[in-house]
């Protein structure tokens, strides 16, 4: 079925995250997250070039 299948790859993706949880006496805590993601696909008609940087902040709360 596969016979003239010709598998061709080209470009990349890399992610990154970095994380910071700082927690309270009450045992809440607050966490800081700085996210990277960027593509990179050279292609022959269309090159595609993504770059993407998010800073993020979540409220983290202990509750029974």
């Known amino acids: ?3 003239d299948y010709k ?3 080209n470009g990349f993706r890399v992610q990154s995250r970095i994380d910071y949880t700082r927690f309270f006496m009450n045992r809440n805590s607050a966490r800081i997250t700085y996210f990277f993601d960027a593509y990179s696909a050279p292609g022959r008609y269309e090159p595609l070039h993504f770059l993407r940087h998010s800073l993020i902040l979540s409220l983290l709360f202990n509750y029974r």
Do not use: A, P, W
């Open 1 to 3: 079925n596969f016979g």
């Open 7 to 9: 598998l061709s790859v």
